[in-house]
C-alpha cells in the first residue's frame, strides 16, 4: 500500500507523549514508521527513537531538549498540557501556550521545507476572534521571559489559564500560517471536545470536592454533573484519546499537504450544535 501520511523514515517531535493524546499519537507515528522523539516532564513509555525529559515551564528545559534534537525535522506536534489545579493560571499558560512557542520557535529552523507543525488547543480556544483584543497584548511578547514576565505582572487577571492558553494556541496558528508559507512549512491545530484522558478527572473534580453544598435550592454536585452531561458530543460521549490523536496526526501528514491555519473542532458536533441555536452553549464557549 502507498504510503499516504508519509511519516516513513520521517523525523517527528511530539510533547506530552507519556499520557493521553499524545500518548495515543506517539503510538501512531511509530506504527506508520517514523523516528520519534518524544518530550515530557514523566518518562515515556511508547518504543521511540528517543525520550527527552522537558519542563515546558522551564525555558533552560526546553533549550536544552533542542540541543537533543537532530535537523531534518518533517512535523512537530506541540500536545503537552495542563491545568489548573494542580499549577497556577501562570503555570497553565507557560506550559500549554508559552512554553509551547519557545519549542516551537527554536525548532523552526529544523524543520524541512514540506513540513508541518500542530497544536492541541480545545473547544475553550473556539472564540478567540472575539477575544483577540484581550489576549493580543501577550501574543505579542517576544520570547519566554517576557510573556513569563508579562504574566506575573497581570496574574491577577489571568483567572482561567487553561482558557487563555487554548484562545492564544489558535490565533498563534492563525497569524503564523502566512508567513511559514514563505518557507512550506504548515501549522495547524485541532480544538478537542471532551475526551477520556488524564485531565478529565480534573475537570469533573469540582462535583466531589463541591458535593453537599446547596446553590439556589440545589446540590452543587448535581448541577456540576448536569452541566458536564448537557455538554456532551452530540454523539452522547466523550472521545477516547486515540479519537483525537488520529486528526492530529492527519493534519501533520502529506494527505493534509494543502491545509494550513485551520482550527479544527473534534468534538462530534458540539460546537456547530451550539452555533445554530440547537444546543445550549453550556460553558460560553462563543461568549
Not at 91 to 101: A, D, Y
Not at 217 to 242: F, V, Y
Not at 254 to 279: H, K
Amino acid at each position: 500500500m502507498k504510503d499516504y501520511f508519509g511519516y516513513k523514515g520521517k523525523r517527528v517531535v511530539i510533547t506530552g507523549a507519556a499520557s493521553g493524546m499524545a500518548q495515543a499519537a506517539a503510538k501512531i507515528l511509530v506504527d506508520l514508521g517514523a523516528e520519534v522523539y518524544a518530550l515530557d516532564v514523566k518518562e515515556v513509555t511508547v518504543p521511540v527513537k528517543q525520550y527527552i525529559k522537558t519542563n515546558l515551564m522551564q525555558k533552560d528545559s526546553i533549550d536544552a531538549a533542542v540541543k537533543q534534537i537532530p535537523g531534518n525535522i518533517h512535523a512537530l506536534f506541540n500536545c503537552a498540557g495542563t491545568t489548573a489545579p494542580p499549577f497556577s493560571n501562570v503555570e497553565v499558560t507557560l506550559v500549554n501556550f508559552v512554553g509551547h512557542r519557545h519549542l516551537t520557535e527554536k525548532l523552526l529552523p529544523k524543520i524541512n521545507a514540506g513540513g508541518a507543525i500542530a497544536f492541541i488547543s480545545s473547544q475553550a480556544g473556539v472564540n478567540w476572534r472575539n477575544k483577540f483584543k484581550e489576549i493580543k497584548p501577550l501574543l505579542d511578547t517576544r520570547g519566554f521571559e517576557k510573556a513569563r514576565a508579562w504574566l506575573a505582572a497581570h496574574e491577577a487577571e489571568v483567572t482561567d489559564g487553561y482558557k487563555l492558553s487554548k484562545l492564544c494556541i489558535c490565533a498563534y496558528a492563525k497569524m503564523n500560517c502566512k508567513e511559514l508559507a514563505k518557507r512550506l512549512i504548515r501549522i495547524n491545530c485541532i480544538l478537542p471536545g471532551p475526551s477520556q484522558t488524564g485531565m478529565m478527572p480534573v475537570f469533573t473534580e469540582d462535583s466531589v470536592i463541591l458535593g453537599g453544598q446547596v446553590v439556589g435550592g440545589k446540590d452543587l454536585k448535581e448541577i456540576i454533573q448536569s452541566t458536564l452531561t448537557a455538554a456532551l458530543p452530540l454523539c452522547g460521549r466523550n472521545a477516547q484519546p486515540e479519537e483525537q490523536a488520529e486528526p492530529l496526526v492527519f493534519l501533520n501528514s502529506n494527505m493534509a499537504r494543502f491545509i494550513t491555519g485551520e482550527t479544527l473542532l473534534v468534538d462530534y458536533g458540539y460546537v456547530s450544535s451550539v452555533e445554530v441555536g440547537q444546543t445550549t452553549d453550556t460553558f460560553g464557549y462563543l461568549e
